[in-house]
């Protein structure tokens, strides 16, 4: 996606192992289809999808969470995790995490340290980036549902991981 480096992928690997390059490859189709073009402005375009590198670099550039790069990064994460069967697609995304070796860089073993991390993750990581964008969600119906799911998965997922207080019974 940078420069003309190609990636041989190993066998029995999946389009998952492509996702470190993700974003460079936006870039570069953005590039080669719109680059030039009078009406198209390619450079602010590519800004909109570096902004959706995740995890977020932490340099000034990618601190954005106003303007519309950084709107659209809020909606590419709100969009995933607002999904409604998200939650039942956390098996899926820690082998997806486990063939670029992201779940070793967060620690995680197994699925189930995805799901048990979840509110911390969201509250901790993609809230910061989402949280200007949150505003305009609430100005319709559809956001507001959109809302809704986001935060339906995080209550569920912290009501899980507490277990219910103990009530003795009277006798």
């Known amino acids: 996606g940078i420069t003309d480096q190609t990636v041989q992928l190993p066998e029995g690997a999946t389009d998952a192992s492509l996702t470190p390059y993700h974003v460079d490859r936006g870039k570069l189709f953005v590039e080669e289809r719109f680059g030039g073009h009078d009406l198209l402005n390619s450079d602010a375009i590519k800004r909109n999808v570096e902004l959706t590198r995740f995890p977020v670099p932490l340099d000034t550039d990618h601190q954005d969470t106003t303007n519309y790069p950084g709107l659209v990064r809020a909606a590419d994460l709100i969009g995933q995790l607002s999904d409604p069967r998200y939650l039942h697609k956390i098996p899926a995304l820690f082998y997806e995490f486990e ?46 549902q959109i809302l809704s799911n986001l935060y339906g998965h995080v209550f569920e997922i912290e009501h899980e991981s507490h277990p219910a207080p103990f009530i003795p019974a009277n006798n």
């Open 99 to 144: 063939e670029t070796g992201v779940n070793q860089q967060l620690g995680y073993r197994h699925s189930e340290d995805l799901r048990i991390n979840y509110p911390s993750f969201y509250w901790k990581t993609v809230y910061p980036y989402i949280k200007d964008a949150i505003a305009y969600l609430k100005l319709t119906q559809e956001g507001k």
